[in-house]
């Protein structure tokens, strides 16, 4: 079935340090791939998303691409802030009309000031 | 303010006791889940529902049902709880295109 593997965490990084968090999936066919973010005590919302290869999506200085070659769509941010401190999950849907999502684990970022 | 409404927020549970979480939309979005979230796994789909009086089986769906008599209720039912379904359960809903995708607050669960 499908699946999602995000690295494991937590990231520790301090105020303005670049971040990478690894997201690759496996499907069949052409899943839409998401980010989402859950602060602490609250629901999922979601960052970003994009729909089909090589489209990249962002958000709130948050960027991701969809890689078909790699099976990958790494989150990225050129400066975090000690606000982005929260679990990012990535997530697949299978586009084939029930919209259910696969996450990945999730993987929780630290930063400090 | 639209959205999704979940209740409780959290409840304690005796084993054996039955539980219904209840899960309440605005949005008259035709598609409605259930997750549930634990530490290390992810969030993993129990039941969906792709319209009202349609449901079925996501990947953990053992021990839980569903109903959806309309277009914004979507309860969730623990017969006869067990420890193994302390996590943290969390309702979406999107319309049919997937657009839209918005989850509840959650509901804190331990079943002790």
């Known amino acids: 079935g499908d699946s999602v593997t995000q690295m494991e965490g937590p990231v520790t990084l301090s105020e303005e340090a670049f971040l990478t968090i690894n997201c690759t999936y496996t499907?069949?066919?052409?899943?839409?791939l998401f980010w989402y973010v859950q602060y602490p005590g609250e629901g999922l919302q979601l960052l970003l998303k994009?729909?089909?290869?090589?489209d990249k999506g962002s958000n709130k200085g948050f960027e991701a691409t969809y890689r078909k070659e790699t099976t990958s769509f790494h989150l990225e941010k050129g400066s975090v802030q000690v606000s982005d401190s929260a679990v990012y999950f990535c997530a697949l849907s299978d586009n084939t009309g029930f919209q259910k999502l696969v996450f990945g684990t999730g993987t929780r970022l630290l930063v400090s000031p | 303010i639209a959205g999704i409404t979940q209740a409780p927020t959290s409840q304690i549970l005796a084993a054996g006791r039955r539980m219904t979480l209840r899960c309440t939309q605005d949005m008259r979005h035709n598609a409605m889940y259930w997750y549930r979230q634990d530490l290390g796994l992810g969030l993993r789909l129990i039941h969906y529902s792709n319209t009202a009086g349609t449901t079925g089986k996501g990947e953990v769906p053992d021990g839980y049902s569903v109903s959806r008599a309309n277009t914004d209720d979507f309860p969730l039912t623990l017969a006869s709880a067990v420890p193994s379904q302390t996590s943290v359960y969390f309702c979406?809903?999107?319309?049919?295109?997937?657009?839209?995708?918005?989850f509840g607050s959650g509901t804190r669960l331990t079943v002790v």
């Open positions: 499907a069949t066919g052409y899943p839409s």
């Open positions: 994009a729909t089909k290869a090589d």
């Open positions: 979406a809903s999107s319309d049919s295109t997937g657009a839209g995708y918005t």
